[in-house]
């Protein structure tokens, strides 16, 4: 049960961090898709490094239980440090994700081997299916909390920071609902509206960035909790050394 808990955890994560890192990448800093490419590679390259480095780990000690405690306890860590993250700051951003990608890697890699060990071979398979098909409804249950999380905030902050910048250089009222409804689906068509000089474009972009930087953080509050309770799962395990 536990590397099953482990494996949907797992599937929050990667589902999780999928969607949503590319949509902050491209709310906060940048919506050339070469650049956002480029910052998602700081988690997906080295969540691949991750793979290579937890085998390693786990090949030599013999055992899984303290590496899952440690690297569970410092994604934790940095997922917290990540939801800190500013538009003006982009580097910063970059190198938590560097750092959650390489951890994550650790409750992908554990649940199949650890099934392996404590499974009879002849129901392999099977509990290969079952852990593959809870970590996909794990991945949909994160999915549907983070978005939840996020357009809560969303709809009610990115307005919020918007309205009065609007108001302030004189829009007219019957102009703002349009306006918030561009910003809320997509920034950057504001470019588009004629009535919007650049000065006020460049306002409300960056205070579209600051506010989303603040949704985003509920969302990566949720991803701390979830990475929480899998490290207090992680204590419950027991090595099997004699059968790696």
Not at 54 to 66: A, C, N, P, S
Not at 156 to 181: E, M, R
């Amino acid at each position: 049960p536990i590397l099953l808990f482990l494996g949907a955890v797992d599937g929050m994560l990667l589902y999780g961090l999928s969607e949503f890192v590319p949509n902050q990448i491209r709310a906060i800093y940048t919506t050339v898709p070469l650049d956002v490419a480029r910052t998602f590679t700081f988690d997906g390259g080295f969540l691949s490094l991750g793979y290579i480095t937890i085998g390693i780990i786990i090949t030599k000690l013999k055992r899984f239980k303290v590496a899952l405690i440690v690297t569970n306890l410092l994604t934790t860590v940095f997922v917290g440090l990540i939801s800190r993250s500013t538009p003006e700051d982009p580097s910063y951003f970059e190198g938590m994700l560097a750092a959650i990608g390489l951890l994550t890697a650790a409750n992908t890699v554990v649940p199949v081997g650890g099934i392996a060990l404590v499974v009879p071979s002849h129901l392999l398979a099977t509990s290969n299916l079952i852990l593959a098909a809870i970590r996909v409804i794990g991945g949909l249950l994160g999915l549907t909390i983070f978005s939840v999380v996020y357009n809560s905030k969303a709809n009610v902050d990115i307005p919020a920071a918007v309205v009065p910048i609007l108001a302030q250089a004189g829009v007219p009222q019957d102009a703002i609902p349009q306006i918030i409804g561009i910003v809320l689906q997509a920034p950057q068509a504001l470019a588009q509206v004629p009535s919007i000089p650049p000065a006020l474009l460049d306002k409300i972009l960056f205070a579209t960035a600051q506010a989303s930087a603040g949704c985003y953080r509920n969302v990566w509050y949720c991803i701390m909790a979830a990475s929480a309770a899998c490290l207090v799962s992680t204590f419950f395990l027991v090595d099997v050394p004699e059968r790696m």
